[in-house]
């Protein structure tokens, strides 16, 4: 059984999931998310995207069965989870928002668009 998540964890998974199931709340995720302004753009470009995209499209229910996939990979729930970005609000409703290098959702980088 998987070792359980601290409260702030469990938050952002669980916000994190609902706003990920939306879409255009994905996409705008992922826009400030990649943004070179965000801190975290290079660590997420580079490692996490992938495993974060994973653990937030995956049903809340199969948690255990998730961790228990992502130890056998050498990671787990807890870490991807503590690898999921925080939202700025200082230029996350900047229209000039989406400085990113590329957008995965569409394959095109921010100079093309």
């Given at each position: 059984?998987?070792?359980?998540?601290?409260?702030?964890?469990?938050?952002?998974?669980?916000?994190?999931?609902?706003?990920?199931?939306?879409?255009?709340?994905r996409e705008r995720l992922?826009?400030?998310?990649?943004?070179?302004?965000?801190?975290?753009?290079?660590?997420?470009?580079?490692?996490?995207?992938?495993?974060?995209?994973?653990?937030l499209r995956s049903p809340?229910?199969?948690?255990?069965?998730?961790?228990?996939?992502?130890?056998?990979?050498?990671?787990?729930?807890?870490?991807?989870?503590?690898?999921?970005?925080?939202?700025?609000?200082?230029?996350?409703?900047?229209?000039?928002?989406?400085?990113?290098?590329?957008?995965?959702?569409?394959?095109?980088?921010?100079?093309?668009?």
């Open positions: 059984m998987m070792k359980r998540l601290l409260y702030q964890d469990e938050a952002r998974l669980e916000y994190g999931r609902r706003f990920w199931r939306d879409p255009v709340k992922l826009r400030h998310w990649l943004d070179v302004r965000h801190p975290y753009s290079d660590r997420l470009r580079e490692r996490w995207l992938p495993l974060v995209d994973r653990v809340p229910g199969g948690d255990d069965a998730l961790d228990a996939a992502l130890q056998a990979e050498g990671s787990s729930l807890r870490a991807v989870v503590r690898e999921i970005p925080p939202v700025f609000g200082s230029f996350f409703n900047d229209p000039g928002h989406g400085r990113a290098a590329s957008s995965p959702a569409n394959g095109t980088s921010s100079d093309e668009a």
